[in-house]
């Protein structure tokens, strides 16, 4: 194809038109997937005024309009991604601007110093490299005061921080050595906290503590560090500027954009495309900022399985739609309260859960879906702020978060786990968490799943952070379309569960639902690149797996109940007294008696030792004993769960017991859907 280079323009804030007809304005390096390329009559390139951005107007042939509003629909994405993400900027001029005492050149921040109060002076000291005080911030409530600082790095790349203030009034040292580790030259870290103290800019912002969603009177923006504010177009003259604030300035934990909307749709999602695990994953991305446009709870889910199987690769597909970087399950409570809030409205991508000790994994993961930490208190009695979060999790490990939590002598409840939805990372296709490699093969043309986890570990490294801010856009410009298509495809989604399905399976089966229509709402947005339905399959097939690894329909916790029930008359049949036995034996700590009944065994329990002993820790026994009953694993009464039986041993009088029948011994689904026996 014909190029040529044409006369620099500056960018302006929307995608221009360009000459009516078949001309298209899209990114330089922007992907037009095929078999478009063949339709394309030529190229001209377009340079921004910095010539840092770079563009092509792409003439298509002339009887392809729909080609045309194709490319310039997706174009539109493409470009408000990149606007929105300008992360290297050149150093604006600088001219000395003096403070009293404090002087700001070019080259550095100065202090003036006199002599034994005499009138001559010497030389200003050096105390740190350029350093602007560009604004104070403060909350919508007046408090929460911050400093907004400006500085580059040596390799010229912008850093914009709003420090709390209190960092100024403490003895630690933690506000110059967050400069110093981004780059600011520092010849007196002490000087340094004093010139930041003593300047006090005219201009103020508007700072809020975590990322995500903020309505701030009569808008609503999306914050994402370290300084990209989506919606932010329609701040009038009279408003202030919104800002991220945090208490440590710490860039490893903040996304990084690398690669165009273009290049992530091309080496990332589309890959994606026949592996469900994958499509779901990103898909579990796109849905965290719907939670609060929605209203829904936190939560997340658990891939589990062997190792090398994948599960990380999934991780950092998903991780990749936001940029972030993977977060570890090795660390304190504190620490990952921070980390949640740090991912408010985004997703957490937390990897390997046998690294967080057994005995605390199920509480972490309750609180993670509870969306609030701990109350503290701070210094001098003083309550610290409390960290509160809205976001969506994606975990892996080998083991379920249940087993791992049994490890440490814990169960875990049902509440638990509807919080963390545990998912099989085996697809069944032989390839681990694979069903498509896209040709991936060993040398001896057998498939490689390691070879395709490779090259997905690579393409999410290099294009990063993209498609997150896109879609938000997406959800800013039309919410209300947005909405109404979520509830939508949640609505029929749900819709198919059977009537029986218990509150736990519907909680769950709308997360699912969430999943799969957010990534239908990305695609309609164009950002993913795939074909329509795509996303809701793949929630789907993941849901109806996680279905059938549950033997009914039913609350998880009674699942357990029955399970233990099982696990408790096979290991202690000794503890039974045999009531067919003529000749009656010593019974060590016994729990109850064994009879024959018909082709099988009765084993009756006095209630009091049902609830301590078979039902400890599964909750209220007595829902334990109805679903016993609804399963078919109870003789029950006309009038009660319990019967009446003599025992010789015990007198004369008959006593009540829980006849446990030996089907739930056989019976390997614990499922009827018969009614009260």
């Known amino acids: 194809m014909p190029a040529q280079p044409s006369n620099h323009m500056t960018l302006p804030a929307k995608l221009p038109d360009t000459a009516k007809g078949p001309w298209v304005l899209v990114p330089r390096d922007f992907v037009i997937p095929p078999p478009e390329p063949a339709k394309i009559a030529s190229v001209t390139f377009v340079f921004d005024e910095d010539q840092s951005v770079t563009f092509l107007v792409v003439e298509t042939i002339l009887d392809d309009s729909d080609l045309s509003a194709k490319l310039r629909d997706m174009a ?55 350093l602007e005080v560009t604004a104070l911030s403060r909350n919508e409530e007046g408090n929460e005061w911050g400093t907004v600082l400006t500085w580059h790095d040596p390799d010229h790349r912008e850093h914009v921080w709003s420090a709390p203030r209190s960092l100024l009034v403490n003895q630690k040292t933690d506000l110059v050595e967050a400069l110093a580790r ?18 006090t800019p005219g201009k103020r912002m508007l700072n809020v503590p975590r990322t995500g969603w903020h309505d701030l009177k009569d808008r609503r923006v999306f914050v994402l560090p370290p300084d990209l504010i989506i919606g932010a177009t329609a701040v009038r003259e009279d408003e202030e500027h919104v800002i991220f604030q945090s208490e440590a300035y710490d860039s490893d934990q903040r996304p990084v954009h690398s690669g165009s909307l273009g290049d992530w749709q091309s080496n990332v999602a589309r890959l994606c495309v026949g592996n469900d695990l994958l499509v779901f994953s990103t898909c579990a991305a796109f849905a965290a ?40 399950w090795r660390t ?3 620490a990952l309260e921070d980390t949640a809030e740090r991912h408010n409205d985004v997703l957490l991508a937390l990897d390997e859960l046998s690294e967080i000790d057994p005995a605390h994994a199920a509480k972490v993961a309750y609180m993670l879906g ?50 963390m939805v545990n998912l099989d990372a085996d697809a069944g296709a032989g390839m681990g968490l694979f069903q498509a490699l896209y040709d991936i093969e060993n040398h001896d043309g057998k498939p490689n799943p390691a070879g395709f986890a490779s090259l997905l570990k690579s393409s999410t490294e ?68 795939w074909k329509p339905g795509t996303a809701m399959r793949a929630a789907s097939w993941c849901f109806q797996r996680w279905l059938s690894g549950r033997s009914s329909t039913g609350s998880s916790d009674l699942e357990k109940a029955i399970s ?35 082709d099988g065994v009765e084993y009756l329990v006095p209630p009091e030792t049902f609830k301590t002993e078979l039902c400890k820790g599964y909750g209220d026994s007595k829902k334990v004993a109805q679903e016993l009953d609804r399963r078919g694993h109870l003789r029950r009464g006309e009038t009660r769960l319990q019967v009446q039986q003599k025992i010789a041993s015990l007198g004369k009088r008959p006593i009540w017991f829980y006849a446990i029948q030996s089907s739930i011994l056989t019976d390997g689904s614990d499922a009827t859907d018969s009614g009260n026996h």
């Not at 981004?182 to 003593?198: D, F, H, M, T």
């Not at 080998?398 to 814990?410: M, N, Q, Y």
């Not at 819709?495 to 399905?501: D, F, I, K, S, V």
């Open 76 to 130: 539109e994405v493409e470009y408000s991604s990149r606007i929105n993400s300008n992360e290297r900027r050149s150093p604006a001029p600088r001219t000395a601007i003096s403070y009293g005492l404090f002087e700001l050149r070019p080259d550095g921040v100065y202090k003036k110093e006199s002599q034994d109060g005499s009138d001559s002076e010497e030389p200003p000291k050096f105390i740190c490299s350029w």
């Open 462 to 529: 290099k294009y990063r952070g993209s498609a997150g801010p896109a879609f938000v856009e997406c959800v800013i410009k039309n919410e209300h379309e947005v909405t109404r298509d979520l509830n939508h495809w949640i609505h029929d989604f749900v819709a198919t569960l059977p009537p029986e399905a218990s509150g736990e399976i519907s909680r769950v089966a709308e997360r699912f639902a969430l999943v799969g229509a957010a990534g239908e709402v990305a695609t309609k947005a164009k950002i993913t690149g």
């Open 370 to 419: 509870n969306g609030g930490g701990k109350d503290r208190m701070g210094q001098h009695g003083v309550a610290q702020r409390k960290r509160h979060w809205r976001l969506l999790f994606l975990s892996t490990g080998e083991v379920t978060l249940s087993d791992h939590s049994e490890a440490g002598g814990l169960k875990t409840k049902a509440g638990t786990e509807v919080r």
């Open 182 to 199: 981004r780059g600011l030259k520092i010849a007196s870290p002490k000087e340094v906290k004093q010139y930041v103290n003593y300047v």
């Open 332 to 334: 304190t409570d504190n």
């Open 564 to 598: 233990g029930i099982r696990r408790f008359v096979m290991s202690n049949e000794s503890r039974f007294e045999d009531l067919d036995n003529p000749v009656p034996r010593q019974i060590s700590n016994r729990v109850g008696f064994r009879k024959t009944v018909g």
């Open 289 to 328: 900022p719907t939670l609060y446009i929605l209203g829904k709870d936190s939560g997340g889910f658990h891939l589990h399985g062997d190792s090398s199987m994948g599960k990380t690769t999934a991780l950092r597909v998903a991780a990749s739609v936001w940029g972030y970087p993977m977060q570890s």
